[in-house]
C-alpha cells in the first residue's frame, strides 16, 4: 500500500507516511486506495483482531506488517463498549470511547501510533541517532493521550502545544505532569495558532535540519487509521446483532474522528448515514449547507477540544469526495452552541441518568434534533471523553 498525498505531488509507504506526519508539500498522506471488505466474511469479534483484519491492507508491503497484529494486541488493550440506552425515542446506543489511559477517545490512535513508530523508529537512517521529535498541537485531549502514550519510550521526545486558557483544568493536569520527554508549552492563542505553528516547523528548513520531526495530529494517517476500527466494530456488532444498518453521530472539531468513521463506511462496513456534531465553530456545517469552504478564527466553547475553526482533515474529506454533491448526499453537519450542550447535559441527566462530557453533548443534541421519523432508525453516538475531565462544567 502507498500513501499519497492529497497535494498530488509525493507518495511513500506507510513507514514513511507514519513518519514524517506530513508530506514534504505540506499535504496529507492518504491511502492510494481503500480496501472493500465485505461485513460478513469479518468473522472476527474483539477490537485487536477487528483491528489486524481491517487494517492489514493498509500495512501490505510495509516494514511493519509483521507486527500489526502485536501493536494491535498492545495499543487496543482497554475496553471500547457499545451499550444501548434505554427510554429514548428509538433504537440509539452509545459508543464509549473514554475507557484509555486518559479518558478519551485520543487513546486509541495515540497509542497505536507510539507502537507504530516505536517498531518503525530502526527502519529510519541508522547514522542519525537523533531522538525523534514529536510535534503536536491540542485543543485538551490529544496532548494528554500522546504524552501519556510515547512517555518513557527511549528513541522519542514530544512537544505539546496548547493554548493558554481554553482546555480544562484536568485537561491541563495531563499535559503537563509528565516530565522526562514530554514537555508542553502553553501557547497565548488558539488551537488553530497551536496547529499552524506545529506546520510551520515542518516547513521551516532550519528546523527541519536541527531535527528529525514527526507529528502526532490526526494529520497523521497512523492516528486515523486505529480510529477507523472502532466505528467498523460498532457497526459490525450492531449489525450482527439486529440485522440493521446503523448510523452514526460523530462530534467533530479537527475532522479527525469524523473522517475515521467516513473511511470506515466507504471500506464497506455497514454504516448508514453519518452526521457530525459539531460546537459553535461552524465552518464545516456552514460548508456543507453552501459549498463555500471558509476557515475562520475559532472561537472558544464548553466544548473546547473541538474549538477548530480551519480543520487539517478538510484535505482527506475533499480527496474522498472531489464532487462537492457526492459529499453533501453522504455526509451532514448540527453544529450546537453552548447554551444548548448546557441544556442536553442536564436534560440527559434528569431524564435519563447519563452524564455527558460537552463533546459527547454536541452528539445527542443532534440526535434529540432529528425528525421523528428518523429516529426509527438505529444510531450510534460516539461517545469522546469522560465527563470527569470536564467536571468544571458538567457540575
Known amino acids: 500500500m502507498k500513501y499519497l498525498s492529497t497535494g498530488g505531488g509525493h507518495e511513500t509507504d506507510l513507514v514513511g507516511a507514519i513518519m514524517q506526519g506530513l508530506a514534504p508539500d505540506g499535504r496529507l498522506y492518504v491511502p492510494e486506495a481503500l480496501p472493500q471488505f465485505d461485513p460478513a466474511a469479518v468473522e472476527v469479534d474483539s477490537i485487536p483482531e477487528i483491528a489486524a483484519t481491517l487494517l492489514e491492507p493498509f500495512f501490505d508491503d510495509s516494514a511493519l506488517a509483521?507486527?500489526?497484529?502485536?501493536?494491535?494486541?498492545?495499543?487496543?488493550?482497554f475496553p471500547i463498549p457499545l451499550r444501548a440506552l434505554e427510554s429514548r425515542d428509538g433504537p440509539v446506543a452509545v459508543l464509549e470511547l473514554f475507557h484509555g489511559p486518559t479518558a478519551a477517545f485520543k487513546d486509541v490512535g495515540a497509542r497505536f501510533l507510539a507502537a507504530s513508530m516505536e517498531r518503525a523508529l530502526p527502519e529510519l537512517d541508522a547514522?542519525?541517532?537523533?531522538?525523534?521529535?514529536?510535534?503536536?498541537?491540542?485543543s485538551g485531549d490529544t496532548g494528554g493521550a500522546v504524552a501519556a502514550a510515547f512517555h518513557g519510550r527511549p528513541g522519542f521526545r514530544v512537544?505539546?502545544?496548547?493554548?493558554?486558557?481554553?482546555?480544562?483544568?484536568?485537561q491541563q493536569h495531563q499535559l503537563t505532569c509528565w516530565g522526562g520527554n514530554i514537555r508542553s508549552f502553553e501557547v497565548d492563542g488558539s488551537f488553530d495558532d497551536c496547529q499552524a505553528l506545529v506546520k510551520g516547523a515542518f516547513g521551516d528548513p532550519v528546523i527541519s535540519a536541527t531535527h528529525r520531526l514527526g507529528a502526532a495530529n490526526s494529520i497523521n494517517v497512523?492516528?486515523?487509521l486505529p480510529q477507523v476500527v472502532y466505528h467498523a466494530a460498532a457497526s459490525l456488532w450492531y449489525w450482527r446483532e439486529h440485522g440493521v444498518t446503523p448510523n452514526f453521530i460523530v462530534p467533530t472539531g479537527n475532522l479527525g474522528n469524523a473522517m475515521a468513521c467516513i473511511w470506515a463506511r466507504a471500506i464497506g462496513m455497514p454504516i448508514g448515514q453519518i452526521i457530525l456534531a459539531t460546537n459553535a465553530n461552524r465552518t464545516i456545517p456552514d460548508y456543507l449547507a453552501t459549498g463555500d469552504w471558509q476557515p475562520r478564527a475559532s472561537i472558544q466553547t464548553l466544548a473546547s477540544a473541538m474549538d477548530v475553526g480551519d480543520p487539517s482533515n478538510m484535505e482527506r474529506l475533499a480527496h474522498l469526495y472531489p464532487a462537492f454533491?457526492?459529499?453533501?448526499?453522504?455526509?451532514?453537519?448540527?453544529?450546537?452552541?453552548?447554551?444548548?450542550i448546557r441544556g442536553q447535559i442536564a436534560r440527559d441527566y434528569e431524564r435519563h441518568g447519563d452524564i455527558w462530557c460537552p463533546h459527547t453533548a454536541t452528539g445527542f443534541r443532534a440526535y434529540d434534533a432529528l425528525p421523528?421519523?428518523?429516529k426509527r432508525d438505529a444510531w450510534i453516538v460516539a461517545a469522546t471523553a469522560h465527563p470527569a475531565k470536564f467536571d468544571n462544567i458538567v457540575e
Open 66 to 77: 509483521p507486527s500489526l497484529g502485536e501493536i494491535c494486541r498492545d495499543a487496543l488493550n
Open 127 to 138: 547514522s542519525d541517532t537523533r531522538p525523534l521529535t514529536i510535534l503536536v498541537a491540542t
Open 159 to 170: 512537544g505539546v502545544l496548547f493554548p493558554k486558557g481554553q482546555v480544562s483544568p484536568r
Open 222 to 224: 497512523g492516528r486515523l
Open 325 to 340: 454533491a457526492d459529499l453533501r448526499d453522504r455526509v451532514e453537519a448540527c453544529p450546537v452552541d453552548d447554551d444548548a
Open 372 to 374: 421523528a421519523a428518523s
